[in-house]
């Protein structure tokens, strides 16, 4: 259910709300509007009769059942977007968001060249594997907590924020120790203990969509996160598995949209991951901007040829910085679209 508050509701007639909501056997969750404080309850209790009870109080604007099986991270819980804090700039904001670095954190000069290379070219989050899930045993799976400490270093030489991937819930304390957005790759987006874990984390996380989830099962495994604490998600479309194999997945560059209307959580596009091909992700990475994406994910390696993982797929600086300097005049069209409302 979804509770609104009148505007001008005090304190004590929250708290009695929340009290009342609570005895009919839901849990709440309350979140201060820009002109109203919204009351989620989740549970299993007497809808009916809770919602006719809360209909009755002066205070309470509207109460209504949310329709939707993902709750918090609904639009009908919350429609001013979610903007999450990361280092010196915001994802969901006023700004477009760059996530740049190499698939696999290989050497410090490797990792310190690259945050350099993402940093000089409006770069804002570096991303680098300390730990790798990959389908062959045989490839390279990570540095592990040393590959931690270099993209830490790396980032906070060059002022970048820093973002990896953790696989485990054992790994997830150390792995947000040294980093400021906790990545869930897409084959553990229905790891629902992993998703449990990092709900009860204070950092952000970004959330992959599988290779065959649906729109639907990205948003279930959002609110496992949300609902045990942590409100902090973002949405990355990375591209899913089709009967296509001139490209290593297919970006639903649609699901922008269609997320935007179903819930507030901003949403990244991955042109490396969807493409595989580096002369390919110049192209996509425009139509990320076009289509009102709130960031992106992209690889660059100082020698893709030698990179120990994912080298077809990753830019050579050169190449990142020829991408965001062709990026310039279709974010000036993302930044004036940006000031109108997306439809709830």
């Known amino acids: 259910m979804i509770i609104s508050m009148k505007l001008g509701a005090t304190k004590e007639q929250i708290e009695d709300i929340c009290k009342r909501i609570e005895d009919f056997g839901y849990r709440v969750h309350s979140i201060q509007g820009?002109?109203?404080?919204?009351?989620?309850?989740v549970g299993t209790g007497d809808?009916?009769?809770?919602?006719e009870s809360l209909r009755s109080y002066d205070s309470v604007e509207s109460a209504v059942r949310i329709s939707a099986?993902?709750?918090?991270?609904?639009?009908?819980?919350?429609?001013?977007?979610?903007?999450?804090?990361?280092?010196?700039?915001?994802?969901?904001?006023?700004?477009?968001?760059?996530?740049?670095?190499?698939?696999?954190?290989?050497?410090?000069?490797?990792?310190?060249?690259?945050?350099?290379?993402?940093?000089?070219?409006?770069?804002?989050?570096?991303?680098?594997?300390?730990?790798?899930?990959?389908?062959?045993?045989?490839?390279?799976?990570?540095?592990?907590?040393?590959?931690?400490?270099?993209?830490?270093?790396?980032?906070d030489a060059h002022g970048l924020?820093?973002?990896?991937?953790?696989m485990t819930v054992t790994n997830v304390n150390?792995?947000?120790?040294?980093?400021?957005?906790?990545?869930?790759?897409?084959?553990?987006?229905?790891?629902?203990?992993?998703?449990?874990?990092?709900g009860r984390v204070d950092r952000p996380v970004m959330l992959k969509r599988g290779l065959s989830s649906t729109i639907k099962e990205l948003l279930l495994s959002a609110e496992y996160v949300v609902s045990h604490g942590n409100p902090n998600v973002i949405l990355c479309e990375r591209g899913i598995r089709t009967f296509e194999t001139e490209t290593r997945n297919v970006l639903d560059i649609q699901a922008?949209?269609?997320?935007?209307?179903?819930?507030?959580?901003p949403v990244v596009l991955d042109p490396a991951h969807?493409?595989?091909?580096?002369?390919?992700?110049?192209?996509?990475?425009?139509?990320c901007v076009a289509i009102g994406a709130d960031g992106m994910m992209?690889?660059?390696?100082?020698n893709p040829e030698s990179a120990w993982s994912d080298g077809p797929q990753s830019l050579t600086f050169d190449g990142f910085k020829k991408m965001m300097d062709g990026l310039k005049p279709y974010l000036q069209i993302w930044q004036a679209n940006r000031a109108v409302a997306v439809p709830s």
């Open 69 to 155: 099986p993902y709750k918090f991270v609904s639009r009908q819980y919350r429609l001013d977007r979610t903007q999450i804090a990361v280092g010196n700039t915001v994802v969901g904001g006023d700004e477009f968001v760059v996530i740049a670095g190499p698939c696999s954190v290989e050497t410090e000069e490797q990792i310190m060249a690259t945050a350099e290379a993402v940093a000089s070219a409006g770069g804002k989050v570096l991303r680098g594997g300390a730990y790798k899930p990959r389908t062959s045993p045989y490839d390279f799976q990570g540095l592990e907590e040393e590959g931690l400490k270099l993209l830490r270093k790396a980032g």
């Open 274 to 287: 969807s493409s595989g091909k580096r002369d390919l992700i110049p192209q996509i990475a425009c139509a």
């Open 174 to 198: 150390l792995v947000a120790e040294y980093t400021d957005i906790l990545q869930i790759g897409a084959r553990n987006v229905q790891n629902f203990p992993l998703l449990k874990a990092v």
């Open 47 to 51: 809808v009916t009769h809770c919602l």
């Open 298 to 302: 992209v690889e660059t390696h100082p």
């Open 256 to 265: 922008v949209p269609v997320l935007n209307k179903l819930t507030h959580l």
């Open 34 to 41: 820009e002109e109203r404080v919204v009351i989620a309850a």
């Open 161 to 166: 924020a820093v973002i990896t991937e953790v």
